[in-house]
């Protein structure tokens, strides 16, 4: 399955019904919602195809993105979750080409200006500024001073432009309102008091602790089949990896200490696991890899019958 030119085409066939069998019928907001989605499986089929992120010819990246988008309702509507998770994927795209790069600041400036216009509709992906500065210097060996100061500018053009346009268009929209709409987005990046987080845990119910923990189970799995095999990977390649797992495990930190963001947060996650899951799974062959591949299946059915034909049980 890995392997075959058939099994992109099957997912996207798989991912349309799905989108379409729970409702019966297509909205508008659903049918943008799916041409979204099939956008952004462009782009991480792209981002591999650059990078040969997996030294394999498959199309595994983009098909479990598919499959796990296509198995969470909140995902099919063109809403906050399905599109800061394609700008989190443009930007990861953007921000591989600055691998040791001497002049990378034009790229690192549209990295940037994604997570700034993706932070709008999930304001955590502005705060992934400051590890996506890490990453520059640690992994992709290619921050300068120019480059630092275009991702700053990239952070500020689109808040600068929003601040124009509600001048221009209410008349109304002065510096403070401003200053409050941004520190505002940093209103839940306090660490919650306990009974706080108790009570947001309380309002989970099972459909949600479900897919959280199998996409958890999924990507833990991953990360630990890639710590373990990396010496086979290009040096460039276990960089990007190394990117993609350190947003993945602070994204479910971020999970953790923020359960009332599932959406948006788990969106995210879905996006950066998804090349960790699909490098497992593309270059495993073990008899026990091989029954967690069918296990997972059967689980990612499971999990599809439970969001979008369950969620209307409320299953404590």
Not at 19 to 33: A, H, M, N, Y
Not at 184 to 201: A, E, G, I, M, Y
Not at 300 to 314: E, G, K, P, R
Request: hydrophobic share 55%; proline share 3%.
């Amino acid at each position: 399955m890995a392997g075959s030119e058939l099994t992109l085409p099957i997912c996207a066939v798989v991912a349309t019904a799905l989108w379409w069998l729970p409702k019966g019928t297509f909205s508008v907001r659903s049918f943008l919602g799916l041409v979204l989605c099939m956008l952004t499986t462009y782009v991480i089929m792209e981002t591999n195809a650059r990078q040969h992120i997996i030294r394999i010819r498959t199309r595994m990246m983009s098909c479990v993105w598919l499959v796990l988008s296509a198995c969470l309702s909140f995902m099919h509507p063109l809403e906050e979750p399905l599109i800061a998770a394609a700008f989190l994927c443009g930007s990861y795209m953007l921000l591989f080409q600055c691998y040791q790069r001497y002049r990378p600041q034009l790229t690192v400036f549209h990295v940037f200006l994604l997570l700034s216009i993706g932070s709008f509709f999930a304001p955590v992906m502005l705060l992934m500024a400051i590890p996506f500065y890490f990453y520059l210097i640690v992994f992709l060996r290619s921050l300068t001073t120019k480059a630092f100061w275009a991702g700053i500018l990239g952070l500020v053009v689109p808040y600068w432009c929003y601040a124009i346009l509600s001048i221009l268009l209410f008349h109304t929209f002065t510096f403070s309102q401003f200053a409050s709409h941004i520190i505002s987005q940093f209103d839940f990046f306090t660490v919650p008091q306990f009974d706080h987080f108790t009570v947001h845990l309380a309002d989970y119910s099972f459909v949600k602790l479900s897919s959280c923990a199998f996409i958890a189970l999924l990507s833990i799995v991953s990360i630990i089949h890639y710590l373990r095999t990396k010496y086979d990977d290009k040096i460039r390649v276990r960089m990007i990896l190394y990117i993609y797992v350190t947003q993945t495990l602070l994204l479910m930190l971020f999970l953790l200490l923020q359960p009332a963001h599932y959406q948006t947060t788990m969106a995210l996650i879905i996006a950066s696991a998804s090349p960790l899951i699909a490098h497992f799974f593309a270059l495993t062959g073990s008899i026990l890899s091989n029954l967690f591949f069918i296990l997972s299946l059967l689980l990612t059915v499971a999990m599809a019958v439970l969001n979008l034909w369950m969620t209307s049980f409320s299953i404590s």
